[in-house]
């Protein structure tokens, strides 16, 4: 079965400095992979996504997550964090067979400090 | 293009009340799905569709119904509200399965009491 894991579940930076958010996947063939955000009262948007390829996948907002394999890992990554960028982060893993369903992680809460 | 809706907002209800989370989506997606949100549990699935006329169950069907009459709307129903179902709902929908993006609406904000 598909699960998620997600060990930090509130990270703060302060502005300008690098960010980087922890995911781990368990599933038993190659997975697609996403990464939403998810804006205080809002619903989830989509930062990125990986199906295949390039196992280094750039998405909007300045964000990138690099997929490894041998570490079942895709960690999201941003040089340069703003204070916009205070929300929480969810990392998903999607099945590849039958329905379009995700299972998600329980999220990293980000705090950007001045 | 509105995207993914839903309603109501917000909605407090009484136990063993019943209600109706409406979401309606008009970008013409075959796949629709209905998550909550838990504090420290990320989102759950609740019930999905791969298209009009056809559900399934996902992870936490429990206390939910749901139909797809049309490709647009996919309604859940709470037969008889319990407190433990007090959560943040969301609905979403993508073209297809697989890699696709799923598209998510604003949720709706359930309290049972």
């Known amino acids: 079965a598909q699960s998620v894991t997600q060990p930090d579940i509130h990270i703060t930076v302060s502005e300008g400095a690098s960010l980087e958010l922890r995911c781990n996947y368990s599933?038993?063939?190659?997975?697609?992979l996403f990464w939403y955000v998810q804006s205080p009262g809002q619903g989830l948007q989509l930062l990125l996504k990986?199906?295949?390829?390039?196992?280094l996948v750039q998405g909007i907002k300045g964000f990138e997550a690099e997929f490894k394999r041998s570490q079942s890992s895709f960690n999201l990554r941003k040089p340069s964090v703003h204070w916009s960028d205070a929300a929480e982060y969810f990392c998903?893993?999607?099945?590849?067979?039958?329905?379009?369903?995700?299972?998600f992680g329980t999220g990293t809460r980000l705090t950007i400090i001045p | 293009n509105a995207g993914v809706t839903q309603t109501p907002k917000f909605q407090v209800l009484k136990t063993g009340q019943s209600m109706t989370l409406q979401c309606a989506q008009d970008?013409?997606?075959?796949?629709m799905s209905w998550y909550r949100q838990d504090p420290g549990m990320g989102l759950r699935l609740i019930h999905y569709?791969?298209?009009?006329?056809?559900?399934d169950q996902g992870e936490v069907p429990n206390g939910y119904n749901v139909s797809r009459s049309t490709t647009e709307d996919f309604p859940l129903r709470l037969l008889s509200a319990a407190p433990s179902q007090t959560s943040v709902y969301f609905c979403?929908?993508?073209?297809?399965?697989?890699?696709?993006?799923?598209?998510f609406g604003p949720g709706t904000r359930l309290l049972v009491l």
């Open positions: 970008m013409n997606h075959e796949y």
């Open positions: 599933y038993g063939a190659t997975p697609y």
């Open positions: 569709s791969v298209g009009a006329g056809i559900t």
């Open positions: 990986y199906f295949s390829g390039d196992t």
């Open positions: 998903a893993v999607g099945a590849i067979t039958g329905a379009n369903n995700l299972f």
């Open positions: 979403a929908s993508s073209i297809a399965g697989g890699s696709e993006t799923q598209y």
